[in-house]
């Protein structure tokens, strides 16, 4: 019975399902960052490339500003990832093991977080592939200007332009012909040339920014790794399931040892699988929930682990108890990380992480609270804000502007306010929620109109009153920097937010009087 004629309408099935499950959990901030950032237009961003605004403004356009709005191409990007893979190791093995690695696929607890939300991972992984699988082809072909070239110049070039730690893929690449003598050619051929023309124009993007700007993603720390080793494994543990994980990376370093008997399709799936292993290791713990780092080396993997289970000479029983108990852990893992309330749900506490600190520090508690707090609040937040702004400040006093303690904080809000809230912004290119003001450009509300005249030199909001909103738990007053800045300052309200019996985080609202630009 052929089994494979199922494949594509239950995939289908699975996409219509993550695609009702789009409006059971609010934006994140990336995905908020996104959608206030197709009012922004520039060559790049901070945070994230401009793909993602151009993407979220498409989708809006199409959907609305809801949460399905914004993300309703995660899930059909999902369905893409799955075809693709489907069709790259069925070229490459055939279709039982593509079967397989699909499967594995859709019970990666990685895959299934980053199909219901609208961030670079999602794009990266769905134009990385896209890229690879035209490499291939056009690896196949004999014609030196064929348009499969061009077309795999310009899914490298989409997917720099999504986030331009991708360019990694070129250098893979390099390393791909360089380490077969059949393919070392490549290097001086027609297609090479294409496809690095095509690399160069997010590259040329990326530095005429930064150059522009003097270079605040060097000052954002975006090009420094995170090297946490331990932290790091348990992360992946969280992502991959661990049984999955194990026989992941057991497959990966077999493909290593014995790589001189790859034939050329595996070497080039090898060349881009390792190289971003240890990049997602590196730059992965970086990304916010639900970002899940750079998973593109998972799905070759899977390709390779499916190969290497139909090979393992086990009886058929022992076989089918080994594929069928990892595949349960990951779809259980999976279940549970993309709704973490099912947990709560059966009377088992489990805390969320009620404030967002510096990223980095986000992995080390994985395991003693649930990171999908980035999913939950904010329209309980925002209509704190709106009521704050309704009768705290008052009716007939002209409208106060909104200062946050961090970015991720001032996005969520700002996403989940009305277009209508009485809030004071001196331009329409001014954020509603503005962050503290600084002159470190270590956010990307830094590279746009900002209250505080450090950087734009504009005193549009002197005098004007604010409620300064934090997500701190422990200090009663607000930072020294905005006590400094105005006349005086009281606290308006401490505000629990609450999911399911839990706490999201607590809002501390400050009204603040009489700003005073800095001396400049």
Aim: proline share 6%; hydrophobic share 50%; with cysteine.
């Amino acid at each position: 019975m052929d089994r494979q004629r199922y494949l594509i309408p239950m995939l289908a099935l699975i996409t219509v399902w993550r695609i009702a499950l789009l409006p059971t959990a609010e934006l994140c901030p990336d995905e908020a960052l996104a959608l206030l950032l197709t009012k922004h237009s520039a060559l790049w961003h901070l945070e994230m490339g401009p793909l993602m605004p151009w993407l979220v403004k498409l989708s809006t356009w199409i959907g609305g500003t809801s949460e399905i709005g914004v993300r309703w191409m995660a899930p059909i990007m999902g369905f893409a990832i799955s075809v693709m893979v489907w069709r790259l190791i069925r070229g490459i093995y055939d279709q039982t093991t593509a079967a397989w690695a699909v499967v594995a696929i859709q019970v990666l607890p990685a895959f299934n977080v980053m199909s219901l939300a609208m961030t670079s991972t999602i794009v990266s992984t769905t134009l990385l592939l896209a890229f690879i699988m035209m490499l291939r082809m056009a690896l196949h072909r004999s014609q030196l200007w064929d348009r499969t070239w061009w077309f795999t110049g310009l899914f490298l070039a989409l997917a720099m332009l999504a986030d331009w730690r991708n360019g990694l893929a070129w250098l893979c690449l390099v390393i791909a012909f360089v380490g077969s003598k059949r393919r070392r050619h490549h290097l001086f051929s027609p297609g090479f040339v294409v496809i690095s023309g095509f690399a160069l124009v997010p590259v040329w993007m990326f530095l005429s920014w930064n150059f522009r700007h003097d270079w605040p993603s060097l000052e954002a720390g975006e090009l420094e790794p995170t090297w946490q080793g331990w932290p790091n494994v348990l992360r992946w543990a969280l992502l991959i399931s661990p049984a999955l994980g194990v026989f992941l990376v057991t497959s990966l370093l077999l493909a290593w040892r014995n790589r001189t008997k790859l034939n050329h399709d595996e070497a080039l799936i090898l060349a881009f699988a390792l190289p971003f292993v240890a990049f997602d290791f590196a730059w992965g713990p970086r990304e916010p929930w639900p970002s899940v780092g750079f998973p593109i080396w998972i799905m070759l993997g899977l390709g390779m682990l499916a190969h290497h289970s139909i090979g393992l000479t086990l009886s058929i029983q022992r076989k089918v108890l080994l594929r069928s108990g990892t595949l349960l852990l990951a779809a259980v893992q999976s279940q549970t990380l993309m709704r973490t309330d099912f947990v709560r749900y059966m009377s088992i506490p489990w805390a969320l992480q009620r404030q967002v600190n510096d990223r980095h520090d986000h992995y080390r508690r994985w395991f003693k609270a649930d990171p999908s707090s980035q999913l939950m609040g904010w329209n309980q937040g925002a209509a704190v804000l709106e009521k704050m702004l309704g009768t705290a400040v008052g009716k007939n006093s002209d409208p106060w502007f909104l200062i946050a303690r961090n970015w991720p904080l001032a996005v969520g809000l700002d996403a989940a306010l009305r277009d209508d809230a009485n809030v004071f912004t001196a331009t329409p290119e001014h954020p509603r929620i503005q962050v503290m003001e600084s002159t470190a450009r270590e956010h990307p509300l830094a590279m746009l109109p900002r209250y505080d005249a450090l950087i734009n030199k504009d005193e549009s909001y002197a005098g004007h009153n604010a409620l300064y909103i934090s997500d701190d738990p422990k200090p009663l007053s607000p930072p020294t920097a905005i006590r400094r800045s105005f006349d005086h300052w009281e606290i308006l309200t401490v505000v629990r937010l609450m999911h399911v019996g839990v706490e999201v985080r607590t809002l501390k609202i400050f009204a603040c009087y009489g700003y005073k630009p800095p001396d400049l």
